[in-house]
Nanobody, 125 residues
């Protein structure tokens, strides 16, 4: 079992930056594949990024590639999402996700076993 708590959301102007954090409690954080999803009003939840347990492998949705960076610090049981060059279409609730199964996963068909409560990101034009 792992519990996830996001922080760092807020209101930012287009072109600005935000850094989201996800603090995990429970055992064996370093064994979990971690990721981020987002859900905009009236839309389905969509994959944003994922990172392997070691941090060596990362995956991004095409819509955020080159602007967002996912990372993790296993010693702190924390993962991050650095978001640069933000656009109004990035406005959404962002969810931290964790998956205890082996292997690498990404994309909208990925179904992580654990979710945070979400943090709102609003980008104004």
């Amino acid at each position: 079992q792992v519990q996830l708590v996001e922080s760092g959301g807020g209101l930012v102007q287009a072109g600005g930056s935000l850094r989201l954090s996800c603090a995990a409690s429970g055992r064996s954080f370093s064994a979990y594949l971690m990721g981020w999803f987002r859900q905009a009003p009236g839309k389905e939840r969509e994959f944003v990024a994922s990172i392997s347990w070691s941090g060596d492998a990362t995956y991004y949705a095409d819509s955020v590639k080159g602007r967002f960076t996912i990372s993790r610090e296993n010693a702190k049981n924390t993962e991050y999402l650095q978001m640069n060059s933000l656009k109004p279409e990035d406005t959404a609730v962002y969810y931290c996700a964790a998956d205890g199964r082996s292997g690498l996963r990404y994309g909208n068909l990925w179904r992580p076993g654990y979710w945070g409560q979400g943090t709102q990101v609003t980008v104004s034009s």
